[in-house]
């Protein structure tokens, strides 16, 4: 054997367990056909696998999405509300839960009809959307009411926030063929801490919303 055939064995590519790799001008044309098509193979099992995921993806955010607005449905708020309570008992960071209901609802289902009541929600909850943080979190909990947890906010501030996005419906009024259609809402504003669970912060939240709109006249 030849020295220089010794050096170009001891400088082959080495596998996973060590074994030579011979380099390409070794291999027969079977052998490269071979490779070639065991390449093509795993590409195809690679692009599969991403359609997959892409298709589970999209599921998973079909299922978290409310049926009617591009908001997360109550179930994933709820799930999210969780994880936030989670921060504040590991990081101790502020959050707070806004417990958001239509005024006057039922009035404009009664005088435009239900599409126009679906127009309405569609319309408070790009308010909500718009005015918020990427941090923060915006859902339907039912009918005309909506959830946002505020990332790193006090009570002060969260009530704070409530009353800039009541300022941001009077501005901007949702229209139905035409016609203004003039909503407020009630809002309810509780710090999260540790220790609560999704259920009793929407509870506390609820009673907090609901204190407030006895503080008004009647609307529905």
């Avoid at 502020?94 to 239900?114: E, I, P, T």
């Avoid at 599409?115 to 308010?127: C, E, Q, R, S, T």
Wanted: charged share 25%; net charge neutral.
């Amino acid at each position: 054997m030849t020295i220089e055939r010794i050096e170009r064995r001891s400088s082959a590519r080495r596998g996973a367990r060590g074994e030579a790799i011979p380099d390409d001008a070794e291999l027969t044309p079977r052998v490269r056909a071979m490779l070639a098509a065991l390449n093509g193979e795993v590409e195809i099992l690679r692009r599969d696998l991403q359609a997959a995921r892409d298709r589970l993806e999209l599921a998973e955010r079909a299922a978290d999405q409310d049926h009617l607005l591009p908001i997360l449905n109550r179930r994933a708020f709820v799930r999210a509300l969780g994880w936030h309570i989670a921060g504040v008992a590991r990081y101790g960071t502020a959050a707070s839960l806004l417990y958001c209901d239509l005024d006057g609802f039922k009035r404009v289902n009664d005088a435009y009809g239900h599409a126009a009541g679906d127009a309405v929600l569609a319309h408070f909850a790009k308010i909500l959307c718009a005015n918020v943080r990427d941090s923060d979190i915006v859902g339907r909990i039912g009918g005309d009411e909506f959830g946002i947890v505020l990332a790193h906010a006090n009570v002060a501030q969260a009530t704070k926030k409530a009353q800039a996005l009541t300022d941001a419906l009077t501005s901007d009024v949702a229209e139905w063929n035409g016609a203004r259609v003039v909503v407020s809402f009630s809002f309810g504003a509780f710090e999260l801490s540790a220790g609560d669970s999704a259920e009793t912060a929407l509870m506390r939240a609820d009673e907090a919303m609901y204190a407030q709109k006895r503080g008004r006249p009647a609307a529905d």
